[in-house]
């Protein structure tokens, strides 16, 4: 008897040491909370479809006033290899917005005056119980060979551990190499963390301490990468923390249409969006949009030779991406080949219109600094409908657009609006133009949109003029995303406003085909 009591303790004081240990090693480098395998995922219960009830406490996250308005749209996509890909909006024969109901908060599973089950849920109409089926182009859920890229970036480990749930939606278990020059830190912690990176996230991620500031760092990543290259490596990143590639396998397929990247010299990349800018540090590529090198580039201006001269020719306080593009340009005859698909968003304040636009995304930068969007619930739709699903804008026959995973948009049947592209027919916008609801940098640039098509008009024309929120258009924002095992729940809410108005919500679930 006491010889098994000494084995209990002695397993339980490793559990606890294991434990500990494991404690120790996420300190002070910590992952955020990223999607759980499909195995581990919640179901809708009730909320599926055919049931159709409204949970209330589904919602309870998104602090809605009481009562709201819901109403509930079940989308499932039919996947077909002759569908097209680009285009830049499909017309659906069906309404996106289905009968609403009207929720009381009170009597949901927190209200004090009953904890009823059958009060928790609201049953839904008809409407909103039917699934309407729309046609998508067939898609591989395998992520997609990215052995051939390596992928460069200067950040700091907190700023790193943020990035990480947008930088696993495009590159884990893809064989994608990420070099990140790190300030110095503790070597076995990072060690520890870059290993916790690679088996539990499949993120090939090398972390590298270097001395110097962030930009110091960043303009040394040319001889960095050059020392990582690997066999397969064909193409070389230059990135942001920051910088979200909605899909890589699109992104690959892109740079298949240029040279062979291992017999030809390449620069490619994306601009500011600012004609400004441009005016002032001339025309180059930026690190949030991506500049992108062949290997045998970046092989020429790592030598010795090179190198030194471009350090000699160029200050060492010059921004990193600048410092590139004139390596490149003054001491190869190299030119950059601009992309309008790689975006840099120097745009602030509402950029919906972009978002909303229809336009080819291949990377995306700013999404969580001068404006706010939220990619990870972008992401979540690729496994449902495939990686061109996010931001793909259908015109249903309620004269409402969904631009997937962004927005939902109602026109009014009728406009009297003048000079904003406007059918007097139908209500609806021209939706080949985008909408100018942003502007360039405040201070910077005089404000108007005579001023912000100047700007502009080189990377984002055509341009309609902005529209009044509330008469000639309703919007409803993403406010939050969820993963099931049936598929994926988005909440788009348009808020009831300081008037007493009650807020109104469109939940849209994709299910899985």
């Given amino acids: 008897m006491k010889r098994r009591l000494i084995v209990v303790a002695t397993i339980c004081s490793f559990l606890l040491i294991v434990l500990l240990f494991r404690n120790y090693l996420r300190s002070p480098v910590e992952t955020q909370a990223l999607q759980p395998p499909r195995s581990f995922l919640p179901s809708l219960g009730a909320e599926s479809q055919p049931s159709c009830y409204l949970d209330h406490s589904s919602l309870s996250l998104y602090k809605l006033s009481s009562p709201y308005t819901l109403s509930r749209k079940y989308l499932r996509p039919i996947q077909k290899l002759s569908h097209k890909k680009y285009i830049s909006y499909e017309e659906i024969d069906a309404d996106l917005f289905t009968d609403q109901v009207t929720v009381d908060n009170d009597s949901g599973p927190d209200s004090k005056s009953s904890n009823n089950d059958a009060q928790a849920k609201t049953r839904l109409p008809p409407s909103s119980c039917a699934t309407t089926s729309i046609v998508v182009p067939a898609f591989d859920s395998q992520p997609p060979d990215g052995s051939s890229i390596l992928m460069g ?122 004609h400004q800018s441009i005016a002032e540090a001339g025309i180059l590529p930026l690190g949030g949009a991506g500049i992108i090198l062949s290997r045998p580039l970046l092989s020429t201006i790592a030598s010795p030779a090179i190198w030194e001269a471009c350090q000699a020719k160029i200050p060492t306080n010059q921004a990193s991406d600048y410092k590139i593009s004139r ?140 529209l009044d929120e509330g008469t000639e258009k309703l919007s409803w924002r993403l406010r939050g995303a969820k993963e099931y095992v049936e598929g994926v729940r988005h909440i788009y809410v348009r808020p009831g406003g300081e008037h007493g108005n009650t807020d109104n919500v469109l939940d849209v679930i994709w299910l899985h085909e």
Avoid at 241 to 253: A, C, G, I, K, V
Avoid at 344 to 364: H, I, N, T
Wanted: charged content about 25%.
């Fill in 327 to 466: 390596c490149v340009t003054e001491l190869t005859p190299v030119k950059l080949t601009p992309s309008p698909y790689l975006h840099q968003l120097d745009l602030f304040s509402d950029a919906s219109g972009f978002y909303e636009s229809g336009r080819r995304m291949l990377s995306l930068h700013h999404w969580k600094s001068w404006h706010e969007t939220d990619v990870v619930a972008l992401g979540l739709l690729k496994p449902v409908c495939g990686d061109l699903c996010p931001l793909k804008r259908w015109k249903f026959r309620d004269n409402s657009v969904l631009t997937n995973g962004y927005s939902a948009v109602r026109y009014p049947t009728t406009s009297s609006a003048v000079g904003k592209d406007i059918n007097a027919t139908d209500g609806m916008p021209d939706l080949n133009k985008m909408e100018m609801t942003f502007h360039t940098e405040p201070g910077r640039f005089e404000e108007g949109a005579s001023n912000n098509w100047k700007e502009l008009s080189h990377s984002l024309t055509p341009f309609r003029l902005k």
């Fill in 153 to 274: 970036m200067a950040t700091s480990v907190d700023r790193f551990k943020d990035s990480i749930p947008h930088i696993v939606q495009w590159a884990a278990h893809t064989g994608l190499k990420i070099v990140v020059s790190l300030e110095e830190q503790n070597s076995v912690k990072i060690s520890t963390f870059e290993a916790r990176l690679r088996t539990e996230y499949g993120l090939n991620v090398h972390f590298i301490a270097r001395p110097g500031d962030w930009n110091a760092r960043a303009g040394d990543l040319v001889p960095l990468l050059a020392s990582q290259l690997e066999p397969e490596t064909k193409w070389v990143f230059f990135v942001d923390d920051d910088t979200y590639f909605p899909s890589l396998r699109e992104l690959q397929l892109f740079l298949s249409h240029h040279p062979d990247p291992l017999e030809e010299s390449q620069m490619i990349g994306g601009l500011t969006e600012s």
